[in-house]
């Protein structure tokens, strides 16, 4: 028997969104019943061209958020920004299961009272929210599978080192201290705040791999750029960060165990005291030791300018290929930890 495709709502459309929403809708299993947009330009259009694909659905999006809960479907694909937790509630309340990469894993970062919030109305509504990150969490995943290879684990190590000028998002990157002067006070306390989804991917790797974590620390740097870079939607003035490097690091008995961080640049006028992989680098340390770089390429047939939206899709689509998992899966909060095994779909 061939089950009924999945009845999905794709909730924003922009750089991760859109390709969210591309991916809903050349699958066979699931149905796009529905589209949220938060920009008024966006309300009305045919959830087709804001895929960039030809033809129409006769779905339109809206930023009626009853009118979507009112379609009552299996799942939404939550790709905002930032996560709202009062966004999160009424879907889950509502009863609809959310699979999401905006800022979100186990939710730990929120605070007790706020993730309980969270968990009360998947448990009420009997629905799951699922959560990869946006490093993306898949990397991560990769760490716990790596850790397989060892006998002993003395440390996980993710670093996202790539140049992220291509990345045309101004609000993302002032909010990670580019374009800001070095020395502004609290910087460093202000990217740890806006890169603590990070601090989830620790959590969630410790508990993988069975530790409880005495605290979990954060320490960055930043490296002011020499020259001027004119970036389209951004400038880099001279003495401004050019160029950030930061970890969000678990610690047990003094050693610190798990670290997720960043090695981002941004324009050409910079000397970070790094040097870019261009990728994400997995790096396992025990015995014996277990190195990857995973580095997205373009296929063949890839028809756009540069190479920014395989990122966009990289992260995308963990999140969509486990909306079957998270719709069976058990209400509450679920993580890689509790669902099978996620895979791609051969394509056609």
Not at 281 to 293: A, E, H, I, K, Y
Request: hydrophobic residues 45%; contains cysteine.
């Amino acid at each position: 028997m061939v089950s009924p495709p999945l009845r999905v709502i794709q909730w924003t459309t922009g750089n991760i969104g859109r390709r969210s929403l591309h991916a809903i809708l050349t699958r066979p299993d699931m149905e796009l019943v529905g589209v949220f947009a938060h920009g008024a330009d966006k309300v009305g259009v045919d959830a087709a061209e804001l895929a960039h694909l030809d033809t129409p659905t006769g779905v339109a999006a809206t930023d009626d958020i009853e009118a979507l809960i009112a379609l009552a479907p299996d799942a939404c694909v939550y790709n905002p920004l930032w996560s709202s937790t009062d966004e999160l509630v009424r879907l889950l309340e509502a009863g609809i299961n959310v699979a999401t990469s905006a800022g979100w894993i186990n939710g730990v970062k929120l605070g007790a009272e706020e993730r309980g919030r969270v968990e009360k109305a998947a448990l009420s509504g009997g629905a799951t929210i699922f959560g990869s990150g946006a490093h993306p969490g898949m990397t991560n995943l990769l760490g716990i599978v790596s850790s397989a290879a060892c006998e002993r684990v003395d440390s996980i190590t993710i670093t996202e080192s790539v140049d992220c000028s291509t990345y045309a998002s101004k609000e993302t990157q002032e909010a990670m201290g580019f374009s800001k002067d070095p020395a502004t006070p609290g910087l460093e306390e202000s990217v740890r705040r806006e890169s603590e989804v990070f601090a989830e991917s620790v959590a969630m790797m410790a508990d993988a791999l069975g530790v409880d974590l005495d605290e979990i620390t954060f320490d960055a740097g930043f490296t002011a750029a020499h020259g001027d870079s004119d970036l389209g939607f951004m400038t880099i003035p001279s003495g401004t960060v050019g160029a950030v490097q930061g970890y969000h690091r678990g610690w047990v008995d003094g050693r610190a165990v798990v670290n997720v961080g960043f090695q981002w640049t941004m324009g050409d006028q910079v000397d970070a005291p790094f040097k870019l992989a261009h990728g994400h680098v997995v790096r396992v340390d025990g015995m014996p030791n277990v190195r990857t770089v995973l580095r997205v390429l373009p296929p063949a047939d890839w028809d756009e300018e540069g190479y920014m939206g395989l990122g966009m899709i990289y992260t995308a689509m963990p999140v969509v290929n486990a909306v079957p998992a998270v719709v069976a899966a058990a209400p509450g909060i679920a993580t890689f930890n509790d669902l099978p095994l996620i895979t791609g779909r051969v394509g056609r």
